[in-house]
């Protein structure tokens, strides 16, 4: 019907344009077109067109436009998480060099430290090696004056004894005294 339609309305054109229509029916009829056959195709193409545009190519492009924005995000998110890897690598290596030098100033405090506390043990050792070397001087000498004292007194009592026996006579207290304190002025002075 609508070939039917299509047919009349280019029969009245063509009458209408008289010459010029005898020459476009001349090339249509010497490669074969029908008028209303093209307008009939281009309908028809075009409802083709409508219908796949619609529902094949606006769902492939908008899947098309989905996947793009996702492999744009993608990418975004890779970018944000090699900057963020940078930062935490160098956050990282901070937290080392912090950790490195923190190290080393307890390190050195430990070395002084013991530094120290060797130096104060062997300062105490040698005051009490100084101590005792003093009291054993101490108690050297006092040994020494007492083992004087016995030898002084037994010098006496033997110079006495000896002289009691030289001189046989029974001496007395006084005379004894008197010999003994002799003695022991001689035996001082050596």
Avoid: C, W
């Amino acid at each position: 019907m609508f070939s039917l339609v299509l047919a009349e309305v280019t029969g009245h054109a063509a009458e209408a344009t008289g010459e010029a229509a005898s020459g476009l029916t001349k090339i249509t009829q010497d490669f074969g077109l029908s008028l209303p056959n093209v307008l009939a195709q281009i309908l028809s193409f075009s409802v083709v067109a409508f219908v796949l545009y619609k529902y094949g190519f606006k769902p492939v492009l908008a899947a098309l436009g989905e996947r793009q924005n996702k492999i744009e995000s993608g990418l975004k998110y890779a970018e944000d998480m090699k900057a963020q890897l940078a930062a935490s690598q160098q956050e990282t290596a901070t937290l080392i060099k912090n950790a490195q030098l923190e190290s080393n100033k307890i390190i050195e405090e430990a070395r002084k430290t013991a530094k120290d506390f060797a130096d104060k043990i062997q300062k105490e050792a040698a005051e009490r090696a100084t101590d005792q070397m003093a009291k054993a001087q101490q108690a050297i000498e006092l040994e020494h004056k007492k083992m004087l004292a016995e030898s002084r007194s037994e010098i006496a009592r033997l110079v006495v004894t000896t002289t009691e026996r030289v001189l046989a006579k029974k001496l007395t207290e006084a005379d004894r005294a008197s010999y003994n304190e002799t003695a022991a002025k001689e035996l001082t002075s050596v």
